[in-house]
């Protein structure tokens, strides 16, 4: 099963892009979405598939931890 995680934007260098997931900061792809720095994005396997904004994000997070809970 693959998961597509959602971070926020912190910098961007042309179609890369520093991603804040949590306190963890990653090199993200975002060749195929139009996004700035503050915005959110889903992650899948390195490339962001999709913007969104924080209260979206925010839902998504908030399932993962009760996920993270029942484990």
Same mark, same amino acid.
């Given at each position: 099963?693959?998961? *597509?995680?959602?971070?926020? !934007?912190?910098?961007?260098?042309?179609?890369? #892009?520093? !991603?804040?997931?949590?306190?963890? &900061? &990653? $090199?993200? =792809?975002?060749?195929? !979405?139009?996004?700035?720095? $503050?915005?959110?994005? /889903?992650?899948?396997? $390195?490339? #962001?598939?999709? #913007?969104? =904004?924080?209260?979206? *994000?925010?839902?998504? /997070?908030?399932?993962?931890?009760?996920?993270?809970? /029942?484990?």
């Amino acid at each position: 099963m693959c998961v *597509a995680y959602p971070g926020r !934007v912190m910098e961007i260098d042309e179609r890369t #892009a520093k !991603v804040d997931f949590r306190g963890n &900061v &990653v $090199g993200v =792809n975002i060749g195929v !979405v139009d996004v700035r720095v $503050g915005d959110y994005v /889903l992650v899948h396997a $390195g490339m #962001a598939i999709e #913007a969104m =904004n924080e209260e979206k *994000a925010s839902e998504i /997070l908030k399932i993962f931890g009760e996920i993270e809970d /029942l484990i």
